[in-house]
T-cell receptor
């Protein structure tokens, strides 16, 4: 158990569907992140939250909508996705932001397929 | 952000040391070198990080050259479970962006 869990692990959705990805961290961390990993491409940072406040949005299309109701939970709401959005979506957490020793702990990811 | 260059793949015999190189010739004085690895179908896992001095923990050792333009991650006794993609990342102090490259795919064979 990594301390960061993600559900579901696999998701297939049509382009007109609405779905949500859930991330939960059991580490008492204050910062949480969403990353996207497409096939044959490096991980891309999407969003950063600190104490439930969004502090980074890396030019992510509005069809991806994050939500952080508390410091332990992070959601990624999906709607009207495109096939090119198919990827592994990874959640991570760290103790805080801004320190050199705050390594990020990753969850196992949600494998998303958009049909 | 400073960029890193890693060989795309390496092989290592089980029980031998795996030495994974990374070039970061444009690194700045306040940028740290981080290493993560990603085992197939899992999220990345933190391994080690350093600024100037060599570092060692229970997983690996990190050797950073004096000019800080390159580093080497050493797995002293590689096992089959060390087969993964290893990412060398340069991170600016006080920021939270981990800029992942394409990494080195390490294959440990029996």
């Amino acid at each position: 158990e990594t301390g960061v869990t993600q559900t579901p692990r696999h998701l297939v959705m049509g382009m007109t569907n609405k779905k949500s990805l859930k991330c939960e961290q059991h580490l008492g961390h204050n910062a949480m992140y969403w990353y996207k990993q497409s096939a044959k491409k490096p991980l891309e940072l999407m969003f950063v939250y600190s104490l439930e406040e969004r502090v980074e949005n890396n030019s992510v299309p509005s069809r991806f909508s994050p939500e952080c109701p508390n410091s332990s939970h992070l959601f990624l709401h999906l709607h009207t996705l495109q096939p090119e959005d198919s990827a592994l979506y990874l959640c991570a957490s760290s103790q805080d932001l801004g320190g050199p020793v705050y390594e990020q702990y990753f969850g196992p990811g949600t494998r998303l397929t958009v049909t | 952000d400073a960029k890193t260059t890693q060989p795309p793949s390496m092989d290592c015999a089980e029980g031998r040391a795996a030495n994974l190189p990374c070039n970061h010739s444009t690194i700045s004085g306040n940028e740290y070198v981080y290493w993560y690895r990603q085992i197939h179908s899992q999220g990345p896992q933190y391994i080690i990080h350093g600024l100037k001095n060599n570092e060692t923990n229970e997983m690996a050792s990190l050797i950073i050259t004096e000019d800080r333009k390159s580093s080497t991650l050493i797995l002293p006794h590689a096992t089959l479970r060390d087969t993964a993609v290893y990412y060398c990342i340069v991170r600016i102090y006080n920021t939270d962006k981990l800029i992942f490259g394409t990494g080195t795919r390490l294959q440990v064979f029996p």
